[in-house]
């Protein structure tokens, strides 16, 4: 993510721009980079995060999609301090898109443009910290690739390393692109530059560079074109950078992590090692790190969070013919959308379909017919998931779990507004109109799915004897309040599948509903939105998990208030099934909560 040097991080929507990806309502630009735009948005419990919508060139390469695939999956499992966490993503929609935590601040790149070097204290600090975050980083089998200033965020809680490991998915592709190599050459390691195998010391070398920067403004490799400083540093073995105008204190740390053979290079834990016999302050002490003019930038970007810019108005189709007055209708449309095929063959894991809604413009020259009132205007245009169920009922359209209960909405919808707002709402491959209206004229027939006629006098469910059909669609129990244990392990997350059901350190991401941290990660983090049910039934926990949600993640410190025993968590799975657990016991030990339940899990007929 590249970051300007204005005082405002937040530029608002443009006319192109989506207003809504998935269940997250865009809000701001964050910035654009070589693999595509990032935008601030929320959880449905308020949780500011960062959200990546890859360019399109990438999403069309397979290679790269098996790859980002791969490296998501295994940034998912990287947890530890100074570390900004992805906490959602989807991988098989036209568009693939990831969400991180978000946290405001200003970029390392962004305070030297403004504020020019760090003070040594300040470097030192910086250093020690990324550090221990590249020392989760590479326990989880993960590389950066990408460390740099424009990938460290100063905030007032430290420094925080954001889109680790994602390079590397770039770098499998085949596209030649006019910005050439992905990546930032300035800060590539040898072994980078010279196509040989890249491991987790490459990262030592791109901190050493970023410390280097950091203290004086200057590269070790000079001042010359990105291409002429990768070619310098891909000579490191011929010609050792010259550090002798860096700092005496400095220089040691440099030393060691710009060696050109990555087996010589400090380890993450040496550099640790190394800032506490420096006895400057305590590491995590971050009260008054930085200068106070940046603490105040930091500060108005803290801000900026409760009033982001406006979006600009939507783009305009110039060739669009204008409608006659007469031919409008004065209640709202909805805008025009485009359904693309869903990729065959994917895993049910993954298995979304993508709605993108085109910019609203001028009227089309066929009226069409009015829609349904509704209580708020559509996005301008978005890029919307949904996750069928995997054994869909003929004639109805299901999905999996959204993040803010998408499907619980769809349901009234469907009893309520008819095909038409299904088909503005949902992808359905029977549906062509990209209006999203019902095209039917205001009647609708309901043929017998087994394709037979009902004979003469026998009651079709239509006349005035039959019984009215029920409001909800019957349940199958697939788990009748069985015990299910949730607790971490020493050193590890646990994962919880309620489909399964099982409860492991080591299963499947894409299928867990609820990841358990451990100490260090110090929470429960919801992989499926999830809320707190009133009611037992199968109804109340579908309704409760899309109008009562929790924020995605609880810390432990939470537990004894936000889900005390009796409390009903409910969601829905990865499956498409209701889920509910009842809360039974919550034990602490140590750091974290042994929290006793019992699962139900209910199937949609």
């Given amino acids: 993510m590249s970051s300007t040097n204005s005082s405002s991080a937040l530029s608002p929507l443009g006319p192109d721009d989506p207003r809504e990806i998935a269940d997250y309502r865009l809000l701001a630009r964050l910035g654009e980079g070589g693999m595509g735009t990032v935008y601030l948005s929320r959880t449905r419990g308020g949780q500011p995060v960062a959200l990546k919508l890859i360019r399109r060139e990438y999403a069309r390469d397979e290679a790269f999609r098996r790859r980002f695939a791969q490296e998501v999956a295994a940034a998912r499992r990287v947890r530890g301090y100074h570390l900004v966490a992805v906490v959602d993503h989807v991988l098989t929609d ?52 990408d460390l740099k200033p424009a990938n460290l ?148 970007r803290v801000a900026e969070l409760e009033n982001p810019p406006p979006p600009e108005s939507p783009r305009a189709e110039a060739d669009t013919p204008t409608v006659p007055p007469e031919a409008v209708t004065p209640a ?53 998931s949904a996750r069928p169920a995997p054994t869909p009922s003929a004639g109805r359209p299901t ?50 799915p087994t394709g037979e006629e009902a004979p003469d006098g026998a009651d079709d469910g239509t006349g005035p004897n039959s019984s009215p059909s029920p409001e909800t669609e019957p349940y199958d129990l697939l788990v009748d309040a069985v015990p299910f244990a949730l607790r971490a392990g020493d050193y590890d997350n646990t994962y919880a599948d309620y489909d399964a059901p099982a409860a492991s350190s080591d299963l499947d991401l894409d299928d867990v509903e609820l990841t358990v941290g451990d100490g260090l990660w110090d929470r429960w983090e919801f992989e499926t939105t999830t809320g707190i049910s009133d009611g037992r039934t199968p109804e109340e926990c579908r309704l409760a998990a899309g109008t009562n949600a929790l924020a995605p993640e609880l810390p432990y410190e939470e537990f004894e208030d936000t889900i005390p025993v009796g409390t009903l968590l409910c969601t829905l799975t990865t499956e498409g099934n209701v889920a509910m657990l009842e809360v039974t016991d919550l034990t602490p030990t140590d750091d974290t909560y042994e929290v006793s339940t019992l699962l139900t899990v209910w199937q949609e007929r």
């Fill in 94 to 145: 036209e568009l693939p898109w990831l969400a991180s935590e978000f946290v405001p601040g200003v970029t390392l790149e962004d305070a030297l443009d403004t504020y020019g070097p760090l003070p040594l204290p300040a470097v030192f600090q910086l250093v020690g910290s990324v550090a221990q975050a590249l020392a989760a980083i590479h326990a989880a089998g993960v590389v950066h690739r």
């Fill in 153 to 300: 965020m100063l905030t007032a809680q430290g420094p925080y390393v954001i889109d680790f490991g994602i390079a590397r998915a770039a770098d499998a592709t085949r596209l030649t692109r006019a910005r050439g190599i992905v990546g930032t050459p300035q800060f590539m390691s040898p072994e980078q530059g010279l196509n040989e195998p890249v491991g987790p010391a490459a990262d030592l070398f791109a901190l050493g560079l970023t410390a280097a920067v950091a203290a004086t403004g200057r590269h070790p490799y000079g001042d010359g074109g990105a291409l002429t400083v990768a070619t310098q540093i891909a000579l490191t073995a011929q010609r050792p950078p010259e550090l002798s105008g860096y700092p005496a204190a400095l220089r040691p740390l440099l030393e060691r992590c710009l060696t050109a053979s990555p087996e010589e290079r400090i380890t993450p834990a040496e550099v640790v090692e190394l800032y506490e016999r420096s006895q400057v302050r305590p590491l995590r002490d971050f009260d008054g790190w930085l200068p106070e003019p940046l603490t105040e930038q930091i500060a108005r």
């Fill in 332 to 384: 709202p449309t909805a805008p025009p959308t485009y359904t693309p095929t869903a990729a065959p063959s994917q895993p049910r894991s993954q298995h979304r379909a993508t709605t993108v809604a085109a910019p609203a413009g001028p009227p089309p020259s066929q009226p069409s017919p009015p829609s349904p009132p509704r209580s708020s205007p559509p996005p301008v245009h978005s890029i919307t």
């Fill in 399 to 448: 999905s999996r779990a959204r993040r803010v209960g998408l499907a619980a909405v769809v349901a009234v919808a469907v009893l309520l507004l008819g095909q038409s707002l299904v088909s503005a709402l949902l992808p359905d491959d029977s549906n062509d109109d990209p209006s999203g209206s019902d095209t039917s004229g205001g009647s609708e027939t309901t043929d017998d």
